[in-house]
Nanobody, 117 residues
Framework: EVQLVESGGGLVQPGGSLRLSCAAS????????MTWVRQAPGKGLEWVSA????????SFADSVKGRFTISRDNAKNTVYLQMNSLKPEDTAVYYC??????????WGQGTQVTVSS
């Protein structure tokens, strides 16, 4: 079964950190570019960060640049999102997404991140 499973979300105070993980199974993870997107309450999907299949290139939304980092371990079929200096506006459900060069598209179920004092 093709699957992405996110974990690591939770409640954190402003200024805190969280590390999200997204574990892949059922497909050749190393051939997929991976992306994190988020959806805040009452809003649409917002692209957050992406990483190439080799891990050599990354990109970030301006809203998270300098605070978030993305990485992947192709041996563990996992992509990570390290989130530092969290703000209340980072509160959202975070989803990971995988896309192959042939157009295959895989989504996880999401993990809730709440930034609040």
């Amino acid at each position: 079964e093709v699957q992405l499973v996110e974990s690591g979300g939770g409640l954190v105070q402003p200024g805190g950190s969280l590390r999200l993980s997204c574990a892949a199974s059922g497909f050749t993870f190393s051939t997929y570019a991976m992306t994190w997107v988020r959806q805040a309450p009452g809003k649409g999907l917002e692209w957050v960060s992406a990483i190439k299949n080799s891990g050599t290139m990354t990109s970030f939304a301006d809203s998270v640049k300098g605070r978030f980092t993305i990485s992947r371990d192709n041996a563990k079929n996992t992509v990570y999102l390290q989130m530092n200096s969290l703000k209340p506006e980072d509160t959202a459900v975070y989803y990971c997404n995988g896309q192959s060069w042939t157009g295959n598209d895989v989504w996880g179920q999401g993990t809730q991140v709440t930034v609040s004092s």
